[in-house]
């Protein structure tokens, strides 16, 4: 129920009651006397209202004036009639001269009037006369009259304005306690002098109106000590949070007690002025918002005083809400990916963790997707970082966008997100949800003038058959997500138990690999590369293998690529790299020339700092080989990324002496527009266009990389030679170096010498 509803509910029947009691008692039948006498006590009536409002203050809660003594005296000369009829007439124009509006000065002229006819009923039990059991007697009519009207007004405050009524009692007791008797005295001497002459009550007004100074300087004194202590409680209390969202109800709700207004909000906006309506900027010119209040209580209207107190605590709240906006921001840092704005891993471990409690109390299931962008290195290496950046702002974007309001979407780190779906029936509905994931992804977008196309990899563990936990669902969805990507990316792998056991064995392969380094368990074989005209060997190439302790011999396929994801390729190439110089220096103190010595190089080493280039220097140094019989494979990913450094970093090497060839030419991101740029010596076609080549059909790919090579006048070899036909094609179409097993596969050291005949 509103409050308004509130106070028509309470002010209507103490209104009517009054009605009944004035029509009760009657018009005054006395003379001009009585009628002179009863305008002059409704004129001082009215006059110690009005007076009284203006000097206290509307936060002093009741307004204390000395009108016990002005009902004293009447009750002693006047007749019951006209003591109602100047205490209604004289209350209600008393409050409008004082600013009340119309139905507050009709409830406290109502409960007036029956306050002084309590204290008339008990008069007309008296003997009458103006004898002392008289006085007497209306001594205690005064005081029932006050008691009365007390317990009205807080009856009111208590039902309407939902204020607490013991502690209101117990201050108004104190009060009446302190000045009810005074006040009834004066009263009296006033009403015993106006049975002699009616001049006499004059002499009342002086201590009357000093009486009611001193009323209203105690009261407001009392008032504002209130509202000092209410204001620095409402400080207290409005710092005492850091959520803005807490600090704002703690301040509206300070505002509306300590104003005793209806109503308090925060705007964004300085609203429009308005006469119920009082607003004060929060912070510096309003950059925090404004507090607008309105609607005072009490039937009043804002003054001076009010907007001093809303101003302060305006400051106050101002002030409270930078440090909650701060803290608001701290948070969200905390708690959310600064590029994308996406939640973090903290944030999301926590929303999962919710999601499993949910649906394991409602017997349901929840899913969590990790979403990996397809080859994203290759566009932070050929377009740079912040063109990768603005890529991952935008697949956050998509990602967020193609979910429901319920879903979570999060980014872990580097290019990979994560998405909680709860509340799915089954795998198949999270395998729609997951599917609007993956379109969203395919869509094209425009990033730095280049239009892309990229493609992401999603694994899905779903609760409670792939986890009992959010951690678990995170950890089976990642291994489900690198299961989509081996098996050919742009697609969505469910998790099952096997998946774990691949897992872990990737990761002991990883630990494997790193401790194969420091045991010297990889050995180098070398393969021949020979001329295709004459059929002389003119080189080998060193391949990388692994003698694993249990598993036998491996191939590169077999760690290198493990190798690259955890760091450990840099290691691994320097160590191919002295070994294959080491064995070319053998050799050639052997007097055994093999020709130029071919060796695999990541291209990371070309896009670091000048360590390799140092180090290839040393190296040469140590070993005393022939820059010349040096050369060093690198495969088209060199060209990408940050290709000014790679291209001076490759022109140094080749200043040594040592060749450069491009290795598996055509199966990356491609050369042909900035080949030129780079110094390169050779060419070397991939065995996947090398196979095309049959005795019924040629491979066009193949010619064409053959007549570019030759156009820029570099040397081409083809790899993955198997046939007689290959072998043929390639010579008829200009290509005249060859290795593969036509020729010899990769073999050790001492049985590539048997091959040579050495």
Same mark, same amino acid.
């Given at each position: 129920?509103?409050?308004?509803?509130?106070?028509l509910l309470?002010?209507?029947?103490?209104?009517?009651g009054?009605?009944?009691v004035?029509?009760?008692?009657?018009?005054?039948?006395?003379?001009?006397?009585t009628i002179?006498l009863?305008?002059?006590?409704?004129l001082?009536?009215?006059g110690?209202?009005?007076w009284?409002?203006?000097l206290?203050?509307r936060f002093s809660g009741e307004?204390?004036h000395p009108n016990?003594?002005i009902l004293?005296?009447?009750?002693?000369?006047?007749?019951?009639?006209?003591v109602?009829?100047y205490?209604t007439?004289?209350t209600?124009?008393?409050?409008l001269m004082?600013?009340?509006r119309f139905?507050?000065?009709l409830?406290n002229?109502?409960f007036d009037?029956?306050?002084?006819?309590?204290?008339l009923t008990?008069l007309?039990l008296?003997?009458?006369?103006?004898?002392?059991?008289?006085? =007497?007697l209306? +001594?205690? %009519?005064a005081i #029932?009259?006050l008691v009365?009207g007390? @317990? &009205?007004v807080?009856?009111? !405050?208590?039902?309407?304005?939902?204020q607490p009524?013991r502690p209101v009692?117990?201050?108004?007791a104190?009060?009446?306690?302190?000045?009810a008797p005074?006040?009834i005295l004066? =009263?009296l001497v +006033?009403g %015993?002098?106006? #049975?002699?002459a009616?001049?006499?009550l @004059? &002499?009342l007004l002086p201590? !009357?109106?000093?009486?009611q100074r001193?009323?209203?300087?105690f009261?407001?004194?009392r008032?504002?000590?209130?509202?000092?202590?209410?204001?620095?409680?409402?400080?207290?209390f409005?710092?005492?949070?850091?959520?803005s969202?807490?600090v704002?109800?703690a301040?509206?709700?300070?505002?509306?007690?300590l104003l005793r207004?209806?109503s308090?909000?925060i705007?964004v906006?300085?609203?429009a002025?308005?006469?119920d309506?009082?607003?004060?900027?929060?912070?510096?010119?309003g950059l925090t918002?404004?507090?607008?209040?309105?609607?005072?209580?009490f039937?009043?209207?804002?003054?001076?005083?009010?907007?001093?107190?809303?101003?302060?605590l305006g400051?106050i709240?101002?002030?409270a809400?930078?440090n909650?906006?701060?803290?608001?921001t701290?948070?969200?840092?905390?708690?959310?990916?600064?590029l994308?704005g996406l939640?973090n891993q903290?944030?999301f471990?926590?929303r999962?963790?919710q999601a499993v409690?949910a649906a394991?109390?409602?017997?349901g299931?929840?899913a969590?997707?990790?979403?990996d962008?397809?080859?994203f290195a290759?566009?932070?290496?050929s377009?740079g970082h912040a063109a990768?950046?603005?890529l991952?702002q935008?697949?956050g974007?998509?990602?967020a966008?193609?979910?429901?309001e319920?879903d979570?979407?999060?980014r872990?780190g580097?290019?990979?997100f994560?998405v909680?779906?709860p509340?799915v029936v089954?795998?198949d509905?999270a395998?729609?949800?997951?599917q609007?994931?993956l379109?969203?992804?395919?869509?094209?977008?425009?990033i730095?003038?280049?239009?892309?196309f990229m493609?992401?990899s999603v694994g899905?563990?779903i609760?409670p058959?792939?986890?009992?936990?959010?951690?678990?669902?995170l950890r089976?969805?990642?291994?489900?997500?690198?299961r989509?990507?081996?098996?050919?990316?742009d697609?969505?792998?469910?998790y099952?138990?096997p998946?774990?056991?691949?897992?872990?064995q990737?990761l002991?392969?990883?630990?494997?690999v790193h401790n194969a380094?420091?045991?010297?368990?990889?050995r180098?074989h070398?393969?021949?590369?020979?001329?295709l005209?004459t059929g002389?060997?003119?080189g080998?190439?060193a391949?990388?293998r692994w003698?694993h302790p249990?598993?036998g011999?491996?191939?590169p396929?077999?760690?290198?690529?493990l190798?690259?994801?955890?760091?450990l390729?840099?290691?691994?190439?320097s160590?191919?790299?002295?070994?294959?110089?080491?064995?070319?220096a053998?050799?050639a103190?052997?007097?055994?020339?093999p020709g130029?010595?071919a060796v695999n190089m990541s291209?990371r080493?070309?896009?670091?700092?000048d360590?390799f280039?140092?180090r290839?220097?040393?190296?040469?140094d140590?070993t005393g080989?022939d820059?010349?019989?040096l050369?060093?494979e690198v495969t088209?990913g060199i060209?990408v990324?940050?290709?000014?450094?790679?291209?001076?970093?490759?022109?140094?090497v080749?200043?040594?002496g040592?060749?450069l060839a491009?290795?598996d030419?055509g199966?990356g991101?491609?050369?042909?527009g900035r080949?030129?740029?780079?110094?390169?010596?050779?060419?070397k076609?991939?065995r996947?266009?090398v196979s095309?080549?049959?005795?019924t059909?040629g491979?066009?790919?193949?010619v064409a990389?053959?007549a570019?090579?030759?156009?820029?006048?570099?040397?081409?070899?083809?790899?993955g030679?198997?046939?007689?036909a290959q072998?043929e094609?390639?010579?008829a179409?200009?290509?005249?170096?060859?290795?593969?097993?036509?020729y010899?596969?990769?073999?050790?050291?001492?049985e590539l010498?048997?091959w040579?005949?050495?």
């Amino acid at each position: 129920m509103s409050r308004e509803r509130r106070a028509l509910l309470v002010s209507a029947p103490a209104v009517a009651g009054a009605l009944i009691v004035l029509c009760r008692f009657g018009a005054p039948t006395g003379g001009r006397e009585t009628i002179v006498l009863l305008i002059a006590f409704a004129l001082t009536q009215a006059g110690s209202w009005a007076w009284s409002t203006h000097l206290q203050h509307r936060f002093s809660g009741e307004v204390w004036h000395p009108n016990l003594a002005i009902l004293t005296s009447a009750l002693v000369l006047l007749e019951p009639s006209a003591v109602l009829f100047y205490v209604t007439l004289g209350t209600a124009v008393g409050n409008l001269m004082g600013g009340a509006r119309f139905r507050a000065a009709l409830t406290n002229a109502a409960f007036d009037c029956l306050a002084a006819a309590v204290a008339l009923t008990l008069l007309a039990l008296g003997p009458g006369g103006a004898g002392a059991g008289t006085f =007497g007697l209306v +001594a205690l %009519g005064a005081i #029932l009259s006050l008691v009365t009207g007390e @317990l &009205l007004v807080v009856a009111y !405050l208590s039902l309407v304005e939902r204020q607490p009524a013991r502690p209101v009692l117990i201050a108004d007791a104190r009060f009446m306690v302190l000045w009810a008797p005074f006040l009834i005295l004066c =009263g009296l001497v +006033a009403g %015993g002098a106006g #049975l002699h002459a009616q001049w006499l009550l @004059l &002499l009342l007004l002086p201590p !009357l109106t000093a009486v009611q100074r001193g009323l209203a300087e105690f009261v407001k004194a009392r008032a504002e000590r209130e509202r000092n202590r209410e204001l620095l409680e409402a400080a207290t209390f409005v710092h005492a949070s850091v959520d803005s969202r807490t600090v704002g109800m703690a301040v509206t709700d300070a505002a509306k007690r300590l104003l005793r207004c209806e109503s308090a909000h925060i705007s964004v906006e300085e609203p429009a002025p308005a006469g119920d309506v009082m607003a004060v900027p929060l912070g510096e010119n309003g950059l925090t918002g404004w507090l607008v209040v309105a609607a005072p209580r009490f039937g009043e209207r804002f003054d001076e005083g009010d907007a001093e107190l809303l101003r302060a605590l305006g400051a106050i709240a101002g002030t409270a809400l930078s440090n909650a906006a701060l803290v608001d921001t701290i948070r969200h840092q905390g708690l959310h990916d600064r590029l994308t704005g996406l939640p973090n891993q903290v944030l999301f471990e926590d929303r999962a963790g919710q999601a499993v409690i949910a649906a394991r109390r409602s017997r349901g299931r929840c899913a969590v997707a990790v979403v990996d962008v397809d080859h994203f290195a290759k566009i932070n290496q050929s377009l740079g970082h912040a063109a990768g950046n603005d890529l991952l702002q935008v697949i956050g974007s998509r990602l967020a966008g193609a979910c429901r309001e319920a879903d979570t979407v999060a980014r872990l780190g580097a290019d990979e997100f994560t998405v909680l779906i709860p509340d799915v029936v089954d795998v198949d509905e999270a395998l729609v949800h997951v599917q609007r994931l993956l379109d969203s992804v395919r869509r094209p977008l425009m990033i730095d003038g280049h239009e892309l196309f990229m493609t992401a990899s999603v694994g899905v563990a779903i609760f409670p058959e792939d986890g009992e936990r959010a951690s678990h669902l995170l950890r089976n969805a990642d291994t489900a997500m690198h299961r989509a990507k081996s098996a050919g990316r742009d697609t969505v792998r469910m998790y099952d138990a096997p998946m774990n056991a691949t897992a872990r064995q990737r990761l002991v392969r990883e630990g494997e690999v790193h401790n194969a380094l420091l045991r010297d368990e990889f050995r180098l074989h070398y393969q021949p590369q020979v001329d295709l005209v004459t059929g002389s060997l003119i080189g080998v190439e060193a391949l990388v293998r692994w003698e694993h302790p249990t598993l036998g011999l491996l191939g590169p396929h077999e760690f290198v690529p493990l190798a690259e994801e955890s760091g450990l390729i840099m290691a691994l190439d320097s160590w191919v790299l002295r070994t294959a110089c080491m064995q070319l220096a053998d050799w050639a103190s052997a007097g055994i020339a093999p020709g130029r010595m071919a060796v695999n190089m990541s291209g990371r080493h070309f896009q670091s700092t000048d360590r390799f280039y140092d180090r290839l220097v040393g190296l040469l140094d140590d070993t005393g080989i022939d820059p010349c019989l040096l050369e060093l494979e690198v495969t088209e990913g060199i060209a990408v990324g940050e290709q000014d450094s790679a291209a001076a970093m490759l022109q140094r090497v080749r200043e040594l002496g040592v060749s450069l060839a491009i290795d598996d030419f055509g199966t990356g991101y491609s050369m042909l527009g900035r080949l030129q740029q780079f110094p390169i010596d050779k060419l070397k076609i991939d065995r996947s266009f090398v196979s095309d080549i049959s005795e019924t059909m040629g491979a066009p790919i193949v010619v064409a990389m053959i007549a570019l090579a030759r156009s820029l006048d570099i040397e081409v070899l083809a790899e993955g030679v198997e046939t007689e036909a290959q072998a043929e094609f390639l010579r008829a179409h200009g290509c005249f170096q060859a290795q593969g097993w036509l020729y010899g596969k990769a073999v050790p050291p001492s049985e590539l010498m048997a091959w040579l005949g050495v």
